[in-house]
């Protein structure tokens, strides 16, 4: 019997029972199995489409959907069993800016967002007042306008696919990686998956797209790009490092979902590792802070509270029990994504698949023994310790043991591309013109959020810069030598820090899009996208299709309120 493949998102073993097995398996939702039937097939030696996605996170599928819509032939792997990416295998509610209502994405980005406020208002159980509410938000979290369940961005993102599917256009291959790429010169003539099955395909194309969360076409097809924290004479950012640091990079973090079910005991069996997590401390300013813990002073502002519904409790809460009518939720359901459960102890990317598989097992242990010391040593209100009425939830993002699919990937690879995005285009305070917005003429969409550094593996505790609104340039997304691959996530060009304003939601949505809909240009036209790039009015012309597509180029001025 051959061996699973090796993935970073296979699960550690988990011992469960059969009515375990069979109560998970009945938590999967019809949908999904009717896209696999629909889009699988038995892998064979050789396949070839127009269009070849490796990832169907936010940005392959937002690749796949622009592509198909142009009536491309497209194959798109994913490594987990959900498409999604950031929004379901890794479980976490999209972070956005504040004019996503109306202006801040693409018109299918909020089509994709109204789809998931339109399942919860099918539902019966939801009071008339959260029904009527244009801009519903189901759990009520505070870190996004809509923060609901992974599977029902699942859901939105797999009906949106379906027809495609079902025309043959797209052709999905979950639980497939990439193995190897056969470039020759400056082409990749083709890329060979490796299946969970251990069989192989070997897929073939005039253009690839790498939408994996970590840049993996990169450095399988020796395309130049750069890895972890840029110095100040590659970039000439103010705040880069004085040396280049590939090992540098931002925290990653296996989310979990919980809820609180006051006068219950859920608490989990103490974990091997709780002795290590507890003890582990993290500087900040210089000062040491107990990972486990809300004593360092912004954690403590925040704060925790289940009963009283505050803090961390509320923060990526995805269903608000008190918008349905009683006894449909028991409790409201939260996902933790912490500074607490980041995990900043090792890279994924630039080590070997050992250790990185090693780092997301100790980022699970983290997680759990979070989870554990919430439970059973949080400070509580009354002067008590713990809330033994927590319980993880193990059917909220797909997995038997309450963990999410994947980890939750902030900084990937990137491409060495033909614009570089740096600190100086976008940070407020380093623009000495006034403006309100980034100026560039080849832009291809636009975004905003702050320039977000999360703790890194080098222990820099991270900073959050105000940016202007920001345009997506063309020349980020071509590379400096390869004719046909584009960088279709967070792997486009810009720096380690600019990572931490581009690599949102919705942007990482706009990119797929526009790759799409680029790649669609090449092949009618027969020009590569470096020279659609070279040629201004060959860009003008893709412009034009994106503007139809309903992706803004520019941001509006004045802006409107948020």
Not at 135 to 152: D, F, T
Not at 510 to 518: K, M, P
């Amino acid at each position: 019997m051959r061996a699973p493949m090796a993935s970073l998102y296979v699960n550690a073993p988990v011992m469960v029972t059969r009515r375990q097995l069979l109560s998970h398996m009945a938590l999967v939702p019809f949908a999904p199995r009717l896209l696999h039937a629909l889009g699988q097939s038995a892998p064979g030696a050789d396949e070839r489409a127009d269009l070849v996605i490796i990832g169907g996170g936010l940005g392959g599928c937002a690749a796949a959907l622009s592509a198909c819509a142009h009536g491309l032939r497209v194959i798109m792997t994913e490594e987990t069993d959900w498409i999604g990416g950031q929004l379901t295998a890794q479980g976490v509610p999209p972070d956005e800016n504040r004019w996503i209502e109306t202006i801040g994405g693409t018109a299918s980005y909020r089509g994709l967002r109204s789809a998931v406020r339109d399942q919860y208002r099918r539902d019966p159980a939801l009071l008339e007042r959260a029904r009527a509410n244009a801009r519903l938000n189901p759990g009520n979290g505070w870190v996004s306008r809509l923060c609901a369940e992974p599977r029902a961005w699942l859901t939105a993102l797999e009906a949106q696919l379906a027809p495609y599917i079902a025309s043959g256009t797209l052709r999905l291959m979950s639980h497939t990686r990439a193995a190897a790429v056969d470039v020759t010169g400056d082409r990749i003539r083709a890329v060979r998956v490796q299946h969970a099955s251990g069989r192989t395909t070997v897929l073939h194309a005039p253009y690839f797209a790498d939408a994996t969360e970590l840049g993996d076409l990169l450095p399988l097809s020796k395309a130049e790009h750069v890895l972890g924290a840029e110095s100040q004479a590659m970039t000439g950012e103010p705040h880069a490092a004085n040396e280049y640091q590939p090992d540098n990079q931002q925290s990653f973090t296996m989310v979990f979902a919980m809820e609180h079910l006051a006068g219950e005991q859920h608490v989990i069996d103490r974990p091997a590792e709780y002795a290590r997590w507890r003890a582990q401390t993290i500087s900040v300013d210089g000062t040491p802070w107990p990972i486990l813990g809300f004593d360092e002073p912004a954690n403590k502002r925040i704060g925790f509270d289940p009963v009283a519904r505050t803090g961390y409790w509320s923060y990526r809460r995805i269903i608000d029990r008190t918008l349905f009518t009683a006894g449909k939720y028991a409790s409201d359901i939260t996902l933790v994504n912490w500074w607490q459960n980041d995990y900043s102890f090792g890279p994924l990317a630039g080590v070997s698949a050992t250790e990185a598989a090693q780092h997301v097992r100790s980022a699970k242990a983290l997680s759990l023994c979070l989870l554990y010391w919430l439970q059973t040593e949080a400070p509580r209100p009354d002067g008590g310790a713990g809330w033994p009425g927590l319980r993880l939830r193990t059917d909220v993002l797909g997995t038997a043991y309450g963990l999410a699919m994947a980890p939750y990937i902030r900084e990937s690879r990137r491409v060495r591309a033909r614009t570089t995005v740096r600190e100086q285009d976008v940070l407020r305070d380093l623009n000495p013109s006034g403006a309100h917005t980034t100026a560039f003429a080849d832009s291809v969409g636009i975004g905003h959020y702050a320039m977000d550094l999360h703790r890194t593996t080098r222990g820099d505790t991270g900073g959050y810069g105000d940016t202007l609104p920001f345009q997506i340039p063309l020349g980020a997304l071509i590379p400096v030598r390869l004719r046909n691959l584009l960088p279709a996530c967070k792997n486009i060009g810009v720096t380690h820090l600019t990572n931490g304003c581009y690599r949102l939601h919705p942007i990482e949505w706009n990119i797929g899009e526009s790759v799409g809909h680029l790649i669609a240009q090449s092949l009618a036209t027969r020009v590569p996208p470096a020279g659609i790039h070279e040629q201004r009015a060959r860009t003008a012309d893709l412009q034009r299709t994106l503007t139809s597509a309903g992706i803004p180029l520019v941001w509006p001025t004045p802006l409107p309120a948020g």
